[in-house]
């Protein structure tokens, strides 16, 4: 009787340590995926800011190039203008003379 008392005693121990273990593996697994949930959604927030960054870039870029592009339309009709005008004093005076 004893001696089934102490085996009952010892396979209770076991199963217990048994539970104890598999609830800590099951525990570091889900910290393990939590963990690389995190990394992972890291990731994803820089390569979001590296296409954002990328972008904006881009669009600094064209608004330069639209700004040059106007400039340089502006100083084209301007020169058309003051070479006409010239041109006009220029037969303005030939006809004086």
């Known amino acids: 009787m004893r001696d089934r008392e102490r085996k009952r005693l010892i396979k209770e121990?076991?199963?217990k340590q048994l539970k104890e273990k598999n609830s800590r593996k099951k525990a570091e697994i889900e910290e393990k995926l939590m963990y690389e949930n995190l990394q992972d959604q890291h990731v994803k927030l820089l390569e979001e800011k590296e296409i954002?960054?990328?972008a904006e870039l881009?669009?600094?870029?064209?608004?330069e190039k639209q700004t040059r592009d106007k400039q340089l339309n502006e100083d084209k009709f301007r020169r058309k203008v003051e070479q006409k005008q010239t041109h006009t004093q220029?037969?303005?005076?030939?006809?004086?003379?």
Do not use: C, G, T, Y
């Open 13 to 15: 121990e076991l199963d």
């Open 52 to 54: 954002e960054k990328a």
């Open 58 to 63: 881009k669009r600094r870029i064209m608004q």
């Open 90 to 97: 220029e037969v303005a005076l030939v006809k004086r003379l």
